[in-house]
């Protein structure tokens, strides 16, 4: 099918521009703001180890299979779970895993962009040194103003938007490929720029024993679902997202080829990400398990008392922005092909529709954190309540359709002829996609639910 059927939006002009495109989308705060505060609170090194197992045999399998659906369907996630249910002999309330993952990226970029203008927020305060001799009172105090402030937030929060909205506009090769191709080499730039200055201060071995050398002692079973949970996040699938790029990829392209490459490095990218972070740490005697302020409220502490920290504070919080925008186009796509191709509009109405709803919706999570922040439901913030919701359960309700979908409804000849590897290769992915991966999302779907 995918040989013969081209998506209406067009497709990446080549498997280098597919691979940038869905690293951008896998590469985000994910790794760049989750990766170091998780590993710091899971004890270093050995949760690395487990978290690079995870990403091996659950979130390669997984993305391989949710490219291979996305190409062999050629529409959004929603359209194609529809084809791809009839053309199996299955269900067609298939389609409804659709609908999960496509709602479920839009309620993530509601509160995702939000993160991302507080990223553009702290550019500005890098750059007119505001972290410049600061101690730990001032630096909260510079976040707690940023989260009392509806009117700085909603600002940031529309910048971004309006940023992302205007690359999805353009297209698949005008817009997605076009931004990808300059954000994602920047970004690693960016980052080897920061390992660099890490390697200079002075916290260097430290970070790295800490990074790298396992003590098992520190695992135990709530580390290990850690792991294997975000190493499925981090990859993002589950949200329509990669299964809307996969259905732009050219039918000669390799999908399992094209996966260990995008799976290796959305990896590279985390890990340098806490080889550039925990030797900065180290160096200025933080707590490198600080939680989610770590980024935001840890490290400008560190970018304040050092040489030159204006500057790579600066260039640290840059990279975050192009992490989440090359997160957040990839996000929104799966919304906008589906407007374009099931209500009849142009791209650019449909990206006005699908942004200005996330927009709203970003609006009303900014309030969660002040004027509305007494507002609870089941002792959650909208802001917290729409994090667990698609985090810990519909991405893995996603993830774990996929694989069943995938792995047990799909025709095995349909399957062979999109992969096109080898019989030990295909009967390998078959295990893993049949077996490994859905039980491991099970287990980590109940720790979410509380009964493991």
Same mark, same amino acid.
């Not at 659950?58 to 996630?77: C, F």
């Not at 970070?207 to 294997?228: H, Q, R, W, Y």
């Given at each position: 099918?995918?040989?013969?059927?081209?998506?209406? #939006?067009?497709?990446?002009?080549?498997?280098?521009?597919?691979?940038?495109?869905?690293?951008?989308?896998?590469?985000?705060?994910?790794?760049?703001?989750?990766?170091?505060?998780?590993?710091?609170?899971?004890?270093?090194?050995?949760?690395?180890?487990?978290?690079?197992?995870?990403?091996?045999?659950?979130?390669?399998?997984?993305?391989?299979?949710?490219?291979? =659906?996305?190409?062999?369907?050629?529409?959004?996630?929603?359209?194609?779970?529809?084809?791809?249910?009839?053309?199996?002999?299955?269900?067609?309330?298939?389609?409804?895993?659709?609908?999960?993952?496509?709602?479920?990226?839009? @309620? +993530? @970029?509601?509160?995702?962009?939000? +993160?991302?203008?507080?990223?553009?927020?702290?550019?500005?305060?890098?750059?007119?040194?505001?972290?410049?001799?600061?101690?730990?009172?001032? +630096?909260?105090?510079?976040?707690?103003?940023?989260?009392?402030?509806?009117?700085?937030?909603?600002?940031?929060?529309?910048?971004?938007?309006?940023?992302?909205?205007?690359?999805?506009?353009?297209?698949?090769?005008?817009?997605?490929?076009?931004?990808?191709?300059?954000?994602?080499?920047?970004?690693?730039?960016? =980052?080897?720029? &920061?390992?660099?200055?890490?390697?200079?201060?002075? $916290?260097?071995?430290? $970070?790295?024993?800490?990074?790298?050398?396992?003590?098992?002692?520190?695992?135990?079973?709530?580390?290990?679902?850690?792991?294997?949970?975000?190493?499925?996040?981090?990859?993002?699938?589950?949200?329509?997202?990669?299964?809307?790029?996969?259905?732009?990829?050219?039918? #000669?392209?390799?999908?399992?080829?094209?996966?260990?490459?995008?799976?290796?490095?959305?990896?590279?990218?985390?890990?340098?990400?806490? +080889?550039?972070?925990?030797?900065?740490?180290?160096?200025?005697?933080?707590?490198?398990?600080?939680?989610?302020?770590?980024?935001?409220?840890?490290?400008?502490?560190?970018?304040? #008392?050092?040489? $030159?920290?204006?500057?790579?504070?600066?260039?640290?919080?840059?990279?975050?922005?192009?992490?989440?925008?090359?997160?957040?186009?990839?996000?929104?796509?799966?919304?906008?092909?589906?407007?374009?191709?099931?209500?009849?509009?142009?791209?650019?109405?449909?990206?006005?529709?699908?942004?200005?709803?996330?927009?709203?919706?970003?609006?009303?999570?900014?309030?969660?954190?002040?004027?509305?922040?007494?507002?609870?439901?089941?002792?959650?913030?909208?802001?917290? &309540?729409?994090?667990?919701?698609?985090?810990?359960?519909?991405?893995?309700?996603?993830?774990?359709?996929?694989?069943?979908?995938?792995?047990?409804?799909?025709?095995?000849? #349909?399957?062979?002829?999109?992969?096109?590897?080898?019989?030990? $290769?295909?009967?390998?992915?078959?295990?893993?996609?049949?077996?490994?991966?859905?039980?491991?999302?099970?287990?980590?779907?109940?720790?979410?639910?509380?009964?493991?």
């Amino acid at each position: 099918m995918s040989d013969k059927t081209q998506s209406i #939006h067009g497709a990446w002009s080549s498997r280098f521009a597919f691979i940038l495109a869905a690293t951008g989308s896998a590469v985000g705060l994910g790794n760049i703001w989750k990766f170091p505060y998780i590993t710091g609170q899971n004890g270093g090194g050995a949760f690395v180890m487990v978290y690079l197992f995870c990403v091996a045999a659950i979130g390669v399998p997984i993305m391989i299979a949710e490219i291979m =659906l996305g190409r062999r369907g050629r529409q959004n996630p929603i359209n194609t779970m529809q084809s791809l249910a009839v053309e199996a002999g299955a269900d067609p309330r298939w389609q409804y895993m659709g609908w999960l993952g496509m709602v479920g990226g839009f @309620l +993530i @970029l509601g509160y995702y962009s939000v +993160i991302a203008g507080w990223s553009m927020a702290y550019i500005v305060k890098s750059f007119t040194g505001q972290f410049f001799s600061s101690d730990a009172g001032d +630096i909260k105090a510079l976040f707690d103003d940023l989260m009392a402030s509806p009117i700085q937030q909603i600002f940031w929060h529309t910048v971004f938007m309006l940023a992302t909205m205007q690359v999805v506009m353009r297209g698949v090769q005008g817009g997605l490929e076009k931004s990808v191709r300059f954000l994602m080499p920047a970004l690693f730039f960016l =980052l080897l720029i &920061l390992v660099a200055y890490a390697m200079s201060s002075g $916290g260097y071995e430290q $970070g790295i024993e800490f990074l790298f050398n396992p003590d098992f002692s520190k695992i135990d079973a709530d580390a290990v679902l850690t792991a294997m949970g975000h190493a499925f996040f981090t990859l993002s699938l589950g949200m329509g997202a990669i299964m809307v790029y996969g259905s732009y990829l050219p039918g #000669h392209v390799s999908i399992a080829k094209t996966t260990f490459y995008i799976a290796g490095a959305d990896t590279i990218v985390a890990l340098l990400a806490g +080889i550039a972070i925990f030797p900065l740490v180290f160096a200025n005697h933080l707590e490198a398990a600080a939680g989610p302020g770590l980024i935001f409220q840890t490290l400008p502490l560190a970018f304040g #008392h050092m040489g $030159g920290g204006w500057l790579f504070g600066l260039l640290f919080f840059v990279l975050l922005f192009f992490a989440a925008l090359t997160s957040s186009i990839s996000i929104i796509e799966p919304a906008v092909a589906w407007l374009v191709e099931n209500k009849d509009l142009q791209r650019r109405e449909a990206c006005l529709w699908a942004g200005g709803a996330c927009w709203a919706l970003g609006v009303a999570v900014v309030f969660s954190f002040n004027i509305w922040s007494e507002h609870k439901w089941f002792d959650k913030n909208l802001f917290e &309540l729409l994090d667990y919701l698609t985090a810990n359960l519909m991405l893995p309700l996603g993830g774990l359709a996929i694989a069943v979908f995938a792995g047990w409804k799909m025709k095995p000849a #349909h399957a062979e002829q999109e992969l096109e590897l080898p019989p030990q $290769g295909f009967q390998a992915w078959q295990f893993l996609i049949r077996y490994v991966a859905p039980t491991s999302v099970f287990l980590v779907f109940l720790h979410v639910l509380g009964v493991l």
